[in-house]
């Protein structure tokens, strides 16, 4: 089979990937990034000759197999739509569509289209998630009822070097994000390691300013604490991106014999717990342990980003290229545009006082008539598009004159 032909869309993180892709012998064919000096950048990292466009019509016009989507968090759908339009496959980087509509959108395209789409999320595949969806395939644990996923990112308010590689525009999506939206990485390894998929959504904020001399930021929130109620009737408790107590990507999982979860601050180790009375042959009570990858590709993966999960979420999406399945729960486009219903309802949860919203299932056209005209959004678009709803808990909420006048001269430095 001749190499599988990418376009790279989003000079940024998009080039992290593509090197994954390169790894597993791919070709990367074009690259496109409207910010001239992040295109230069891309270009010298992935260190070869390819096709540079500052325009995705261009772009899409290249021959080419598949397209990687790593440009603004909140902007992935109408590119999408146009790849599937055009049969070409999509990886899709973080969120799967910034609004209810955009996630009609999507699958309605998409049920038109023969393109493989896999949602680009590399936190399941870490090494400690892995091992806990082998343990709960094995069924040890009795009847999976509850798990909890955080994802613990603070940033010190003081790091201009973050801000300016980040959040280098004052409407940068960075700057409006709600702390519910960014949900992928502390949701998809609960789904991953259980096979649930929520049903119903309620949030509340915690909410705590950053002090009154560091760079402005439009969200006042720490924290979104959501809660899901499943379709297995299990309960996940879970964060989007979070900024409370130190840095710690945190799991756990509970049936009705007993937990496995992965410790705070202490790497990859893993604790594996049961009840006195169920344990199973060749176990302890207390089972505190490093788990092995079993990987073929194992020099691979531990070159690799995000704790290895970079290069086997772009192997799997590869792998269903070649295959012509498309990827398994939460790796699909249902699974994705659930993800994405979690996160935009929480936030309306949370903007309307803990209100519980039911998740729709968008393979329902019934369901997706519903929410075709919803458009609530708190991002700035780069068509120049404005927010309609607050990003933050508290709408009266803003930084600071003196913050944003810090903000725009690191800025402008």
């Given at each position: 089979m001749d190499k599988i032909r990418i376009g790279i869309f989003g000079a940024g993180r998009g080039i992290d990937i593509a090197e994954n892709l390169m790894l597993l012998d791919c070709k990367i064919v074009a690259l496109c990034d409207f910010n001239e000096k992040r295109l230069n950048k891309g270009l010298e990292r992935l260190g070869a000759d390819i096709a540079a466009f500052d325009n995705f019509d261009d772009f899409?016009?290249?021959?080419?197999?598949?397209?990687?989507?790593?440009?603004?968090?909140?902007?992935?759908?109408?590119?999408?739509?146009?790849?599937?339009?055009?049969?070409?496959?999509?990886?899709?980087?973080?969120?799967?569509?910034?609004?209810?509509?955009?996630?009609?959108?999507?699958?309605?395209?998409?049920?038109?289209?023969?393109?493989i789409y896999m949602l680009a999320e590399n936190y399941p595949q870490m090494i400690f998630n892995r091992e806990m969806k082998r343990v709960c395939d094995g069924g040890t644990l009795g009847k999976i009822i509850y798990a909890e996923g955080e994802y613990n990112h603070p940033v010190s308010a003081d790091d201009i070097g973050f801000f300016k590689s980040s959040v280098y525009f004052f409407e940068h999506w960075r700057n409006f994000l709600p702390r519910s939206y960014y949900v992928t990485h502390s949701l998809a390894p609960l789904m991953w390691s259980t096979g649930a998929t929520p049903k119903r959504v309620s949030a509340l904020p915690v909410y705590v300013p950053l002090y009154e001399n560091a760079t402005a930021r439009q969200v006042g929130d720490r924290a979104a604490i959501i809660t899901t109620l499943n379709d297995d009737e299990s309960v996940f408790r879970i964060t989007g991106c979070s900024a409370f107590g130190a840095h710690h990507?945190?799991?756990?999982?509970?049936?009705?014999?007993?937990?496995?979860?992965?410790?705070?601050?202490?790497?990859?180790?893993?604790?594996?717990?049961?009840?006195?009375?169920?344990?199973?042959?060749?176990?302890?009570?207390?089972?505190?342990?490093?788990?092995?990858?079993?990987?073929?590709?194992?020099?691979?993966?531990?070159?690799?980003?995000?704790?290895?999960?970079?290069?086997?979420?772009?192997?799997?999406?590869?792998?269903?290229i070649k295959s012509g399945n498309q990827p398994e729960h939460p790796y699909d486009i249902y699974s994705a545009v659930t993800m994405a219903s979690v996160a935009i309802l929480a936030h309306r949860s949370i903007l309307n006082n803990g209100v519980p919203y039911d998740i729709p299932d968008f393979r329902c056209e019934e369901k997706r008539k519903e929410f075709e005209n919803d458009r609530q959004t708190p991002f700035h678009g780069t068509d120049g598009s404005k927010p309609n709803i607050p990003c933050c808990s508290n709408p009266d909420y803003k930084p600071t004159d003196e913050q944003v006048k810090r903000y725009l001269e690191e800025m402008n430095k």
């Open positions: 899409i016009e290249c021959d080419m197999d598949a397209v990687v989507l790593a440009n603004y968090f909140h902007e992935h759908t109408p590119y999408a739509v146009k790849c599937f339009e055009k049969g070409i496959h999509v990886f899709s980087e973080c969120i799967s569509n910034g609004t209810m509509a955009e996630g009609v959108e999507l699958i309605r395209a998409y049920e038109k289209s023969n393109s990507n945190a799991y756990r999982i509970c049936g009705t014999e007993g937990q496995i979860e992965n410790l705070r601050g202490m790497g990859s180790k893993i604790m594996l717990r049961y009840n006195e009375w169920s344990i199973p042959e060749g176990k302890e009570e207390v089972n505190l342990y490093e788990p092995s990858w079993n990987d073929k590709d194992e020099d691979f993966i531990n070159q690799s980003g995000h704790g290895g999960g970079d290069y086997i979420v772009a192997r799997m999406f590869l792998d269903c």
